[in-house]
Structures are given as structure tokens and as C-alpha cells.
């Protein structure tokens, strides 16, 4: 079980330690035993397009992406994860993720243009010929 952070009720803390996209990275976070463990953490509410995309537009919008990324959560950032859920993939969690100035990155990702609401289920595709 996860630790509970100071700054919102049931949130864990975790530290940045690699960006993999726009809306996954990878962080260490203690359990309640002072273990530390690294988790990939696939932010919850926001989709961004994909590094290995269906085309050039999509891959290219996805490297921005990862870029903005890495400058809202840099690595070595501590971050607040709440809401946390096991992900369909082993290893990874999903969870709303609180920067230290208690943003929500899932919503400044949607609000910068970088990414786009998503409340799980089947993606839309980000190539024009996708998006009808």
C-alpha cells in the first residue's frame, strides 16, 4: 500500500525519474515501509498523441508533447499522485497527477494544446484521415 502525501488527502508522493510521452513516466514512490519502487505512471484524463504513431503529424506532435511534458514535470520533481488505479498494462498505474504548485498536469497538458480529454475506452486516432 502507498503512503499518504501532506498536501491532499489519500495522495502519494513520487518523484520524477524519466518522461516517456506526454502522458506517461516513470517515478519512484515510497510504500509505507520506506521501500522504494519504480512505477510508470499513465496520467488519468488526458490523452496525448502517440511517439510511434499511425503517421508523421501524430509522431511529431507527440515529441512536442513529451517535451512539454518534461518542462511541467522535470526529473527529480516531486509530484502528488491521487486517484490511483492498476493500468491494463503490468507495471503501470493510472492516476491524476498534482504538480508541486498543485496543478493538475493531465489539465494543463489539455489546456497547452498538447493533449486532449480521454475517459478510457477506445482512442481516437490523431492523423486527419483518423479524427472523422
Wanted: charged share 25%; hydrophobic share 35%.
Amino acid at each position: 500500500m502507498l503512503i499518504c502525501g501532506v498536501g491532499v488527502a489519500n495522495a502519494t508522493p513520487a518523484t520524477v525519474s524519466y518522461i516517456i510521452d506526454g502522458d506517461t513516466f516513470a517515478a519512484y514512490v515510497k510504500l509505507e515501509d520506506g521501500i522504494k519502487i519504480s512505477v510508470r505512471v499513465r496520467i488519468r484524463n488526458v490523452d496525448t498523441p502517440e511517439i510511434h504513431g499511425e503517421c508523421e503529424s501524430e509522431i511529431r506532435r507527440a515529441y512536442l508533447a513529451k517535451e512539454h511534458l518534461s518542462k511541467l514535470i522535470p526529473v527529480g520533481t516531486d509530484v502528488e499522485l491521487t486517484n490511483i488505479k492498476d493500468d491494463k498494462y503490468l507495471g503501470r498505474i493510472d492516476a491524476n497527477v498534482l504538480d508541486g504548485a498543485g496543478r493538475d498536469v493531465g489539465a494543463v497538458m489539455i489546456k497547452s494544446g498538447f493533449g486532449r480529454p480521454y475517459n478510457g475506452g477506445r482512442r481516437v486516432g490523431w492523423c486527419e484521415n483518423s479524427q472523422k
